[in-house]
Structure formats: C-alpha cells, structure tokens
C-alpha cells in the first residue's frame, strides 16, 4: 500500500492529520501518539509493522499538522472521541490499537466506550488514571512550557520519559526532536491543552468492560509511569497480559522498537512464516 497522508474533518469540525501505509492483504493497526509527540514517534516500528499491518497513525487534535482549537483543555475522552470518529470516517472496522501512555489512556477510553468493536491491544505505559503524584508533574511541565518554551519543558519531563542508557546516549537528539515538534510555529496553547486535558482522568471503575485481548507492557526503569502503577490497569482489565521490559524506561517503541514491534506481531498473531521476525 502507498503511503497517503491527508487532513480529513470530523463531525466536530477539527481537522485531524492522518497517515495510511503498509500491506494492504493486513489487518489494520492503529497507533495513538504520546502526549507531546506527533507521528513521527513511529518511525523505528513502522519498517516491521507496515510489512504485516494497515498501518493508520495520526495526531490527535493539538499534535502535529492536526487542528489546535483555542478552545480547551483538551480532555482524555474528547481526543478518544475524535479516534473513534477518525475510524468512522475512513471506515476502519475492528483494528488493532497500539498506544503509548496518553495514547493508551485513550486506547482504553475507546475500549470501554466500545467493547467489542476492536480486535486487541497492545499498551505501553498505561495507567488507569492521572493521580496525584502524575498531575503535579504534568502541571509543572506545563508551567515550564508557558515560562521557558519547549526546551525547559523537555529538560523537566525528560528524566521521567526515558531510562537512563538511552537518555545518556542520545539526550541532545532528542532535546532537538521534542523542539521540533513542540515548538516552530505550534501554536503554545495546543500543548498546554493536552497537558491539562489530562487532569481528573480515571477509568478504574470502566476498565472490566474491556471484551478485546489487551496485552500492557512497561519499562523496568519507567519512572513516570512505573510498573506498580501499570499492573493496577492489568488487574482491572479481564483476561489482560502483562509484561516489565527489562533496560527500557517510559517510550518503549522509541527506545527499541525492534523490541516493540516484534512483541506487537507476537500478541496480535501476526508473525510470517519464516525467520524474518
């Protein structure tokens, strides 16, 4: 399948930016973006994942090319909204979804709002709500962001976000990637609408109406995210996997995503026939 990316209208009216590749004999895989982050994300998983899947990823409203509306916050249920009236639109039935925390907070928003409707999930960082100890530190990168622009804010959330090996080798690439897609001529308020759009969320009473085969990974060394608080989501999703990735902190498919991908193919049922996994 060639790539095609393109803005499509919801029935809201935000315009949300979309991209579609990969094999088109597959069944289709959603990925749901990071908070802060836009497609691109995916870069390193998209190489395994398009020779296997229907690739679609996205921005969700305030990310990338998509709309930024003034607007806000942008709350979790809202942007699971604009996911779910996405797959309408371009007429996406039952697709695996892959989230990365925020991304996986609004996988399991559509999970419960629409049990059954999806073939499984794969979850990374995935808690069932936003406490205390998560929102003071979302709120302090979004004073960081509003006083000292994208640089302060990646500098003050960066030790949480990554473990300690890849952030040592690789801080100053990423340091420039998080500049690049948060700062330029994004406009600051998007940002901040999905840091505070965060406040308040908790699923926990919502979660034993997931239907769909969930697998939840997490990064041994996740510190903003880490495996106690990962596994109260396992425990509260019927039938779930769970599994703590060894060396990896909190953005597993950055991190490895040769790692990330093949435990993706693995779950989903997905691996070819002969030694290329």
């Avoid at 949300?16 to 836009?38: E, I, K, T, Y």
């Amino acid at each position: 399948m060639a790539t095609r990316a393109n803005l499509v209208t919801l029935p809201s009216g935000v315009r949300l930016h979309h991209r579609s590749q990969g094999n088109p004999a597959g069944p289709w895989l959603v990925l749901l973006n990071g908070l802060l982050s836009d497609t691109t994300m995916w870069a390193g998983v998209l190489p395994v994942l398009t020779e296997r899947f229907r690739v679609l990823t996205f921005d969700s409203r305030g990310q990338g090319r998509s709309d930024a509306p003034l607007e806000g916050p942008y709350a979790t249920a809202t942007l699971a909204g604009d996911a779910w009236d996405l797959l309408q639109v371009l007429g996406i039935n039952r697709p695996w979804l892959v989230g990365l925390s925020n991304g996986s907070a609004l996988s399991l928003e559509l999970l419960t709002t629409h049990p059954g409707a999806f073939a499984g999930a794969v979850l990374t960082s995935s808690m069932a709500r936003v406490d205390t100890a998560m929102a003071l530190k979302a709120e302090h990168w979004a004073h960081c962001l509003e006083v000292g622009g994208p640089l302060m804010q990646f500098d003050a959330a960066a030790p949480f976000l990554w473990g300690d090996r890849f952030l040592e080798a690789r801080h100053g690439v990423l340091r420039a990637y998080h500049r690049a897609v948060t700062g330029g001529e994004r406009p600051a308020h998007g940002n901040l609408h999905q840091i505070r759009g965060i406040f308040g969320w908790d699923i926990r009473d919502r979660l034993a109406q997931v239907q769909d085969p969930v697998l939840l990974l997490c990064g041994a060394e996740d510190l903003l995210t880490p495996p106690w608080k990962c596994l109260e989501t396992a425990r509260l999703i019927p039938g779930s996997r769970f599994e703590v990735v060894p060396g990896i902190g909190h953005a597993f498919p950055v991190e490895d995503p040769r790692g990330f991908a093949d435990r993706v193919v693995a779950f989903t049922g997905q691996g070819l026939a002969d030694s290329r996994i």
